[in-house]
């Protein structure tokens, strides 16, 4: 099983292509429906956000749960869901799990509602 | 009460920042996971995708229609969630609307998936 719940290769089909370039097909928009899934929650966009802006790439789950006013449980629940979707990857090293977001996978979404140059005005 | 559900200054700011920028406020990522609700659904993202690669930059909603094996109440449901999350327009001539996508809603959810760019390599 993969640990981001889609493999490289289904989840770069997904998100590298604009939604103003060709047709969507059925499954890619199943599996792009899944990760705004993910995205649609405060609390999961408050998280991201905080790991996408940690000073040095990466944020110690203790200090995501101290940002809250949620239990341990249910931050860890949502940090799984956002990194089931495959937006952050995390690293145990010793007591803690240290996040950080999966760029390839944010600069695909921002290509995604990237619109065409205007070629005049 | 306004066509897109929020006023154009409140989704101005909830998506011109982008994610590895300043913390995000409750409010904004409250209104922001609600943009990523409307986007969380195959069939929606198959219509933005329609409507944002059309040729000529808008769609009529009886192609739409036709594109998938779904009665037209049900496409209306789904284009009536992008309008009110803002990401699409509508317009009404004769008998049918013709759908555009909100750019500047677009330009904006790209920006904020956008990484800064590395000082260096």
């Known amino acids: 099983m993969s640990k981001s719940g889609m493999s ?3 989840a770069a089909q997904v998100c590298c292509t604009p939604l103003s370039g060709p047709p969507l097909g059925e499954a890619a928009a199943a599996e792009l429906a899944g990760v705004f899934k993910a ?3 405060p609390v999961r966009l408050r998280l991201l ?5 940690a000073a ?3 944020v110690c789950v203790c200090d995501l749960t101290a940002a ?3 239990s341990a449980p249910t ?3 949502h940090l799984k869901v956002l990194r089931k979707a495959g937006l952050i990857d995390g690293e145990r090293r010793g007591t803690w799990v240290y996040y950080r977001v999966v760029e390839e996978r944010l ?3 921002s290509g995604l509602f990237a619109l065409p140059a205007l070629t005049s005005a």
């Open 56 to 58: 040095d790439g990466e």
């Open 39 to 41: 995205l649609a929650d």
């Open 107 to 109: 600069t695909r979404l």
């Open 8 to 10: 490289g290769d289904a």
């Open 49 to 53: 956000n905080m790991i996408a802006s």
């Open 68 to 70: 809250f006013p949620l």
């Open 75 to 77: 931050i860890s629940h």
